[in-house]
């Protein structure tokens, strides 16, 4: 079946540090992939998305290339903020044009930023 | 533009109590979905609504009913609350054809 596997955190960072978040897959076919962000006591909001393959997303400074050949969409930042502190998901969705469809989530990768 | 909102925000319940949980929407999605968040377990699937009309069973339906009242609006019924669904629960909605899916804030349950 579908999974996503996402390194263990918490990753902890000082301010201006540079960021990868782990993200690896296994699905048939070709799935959507998706980066979520969990500010502490709020919903999960889309953070970027990628659809096929070599496709790199992109928001905030944060940045994701869809790797099919080592199954892989690694969450990188340059230079982190106080701010960026939160939990990170990797998603995927199976069957970008079908119409319906599931997001299978990793575990999620808490991120600490200190000044 | 209020998005996805949920209610209540905080819930205690004690065991065997029932509750109703409630999500509306306005973006005239036509997909809403039910998760329940633990520690260390990510998000988790209870049920899903592809249409107005239809519901399925998630990953961990058990314990739990659902009601897709019109297109806004997705409950989620704990018949008899046990510890065990002590948990933060998201109501979700999505464009059908992008995958992408815009989240509630959540309801924080406690089940004594």
């Known amino acids: 079946g579908n999974s996503v596997t996402q390194m263990e955190g918490p990753v902890t960072l000082s301010e201006e540090a540079f960021l990868t978040i782990n993200c690896t897959y296994t699905?048939?076919?070709?799935?959507?992939l998706f980066w979520y962000v969990q500010y502490p006591g709020e919903g999960l909001q889309l953070l970027l998305k990628?659809?096929?393959?070599?496709d790199k997303g992109s928001n905030k400074g944060f940045e994701a290339t869809y790797r099919k050949e080592t199954t892989s969409f690694h969450l990188e930042k340059g230079s982190v903020q106080v701010s960026d502190s939160a939990v990170y998901f990797c998603?995927?969705?199976?069957?970008?044009?079908?119409?319906?469809?599931?997001?299978?989530f990793g575990t999620g990768t808490r991120l600490l930023v200190s000044p | 533009n209020a998005g996805v909102t949920q209610t209540p925000k905080f819930q205690v319940l004690k065991t065997g109590q029932s509750m109703t949980l409630q999500c509306a929407q306005d973006?005239?999605?036509?997909?809403m979905y039910w998760y329940r968040q633990d520690p260390g377990m990510g998000l988790r699937l209870i049920y899903y609504?592809?249409?107005?009309?239809?519901?399925d069973k998630g990953e961990v339906p058990n314990g739990y009913n659902v009601s897709r009242l019109n297109k806004r609006e997705f409950s989620l019924r704990l018949e008899s609350a046990a510890p065990s669904q002590t948990s933060v629960y998201f109501c979700?909605?999505?464009?059908?054809?992008?995958?992408?899916?815009?989240f509630g804030p959540g309801t924080r349950l406690t089940v004594l």
């Open positions: 979700a909605s999505t464009q059908t054809r992008s995958g992408e899916q815009f």
């Open positions: 699905a048939t076919g070709y799935p959507s």
């Open positions: 990628a659809t096929k393959a070599d």
């Open positions: 998603a995927l969705s199976k069957g970008a044009n079908t119409g319906f469809q599931k997001l299978v």
């Open positions: 973006m005239n999605h036509n997909s």
């Open positions: 609504s592809a249409s107005e009309g239809t519901t």
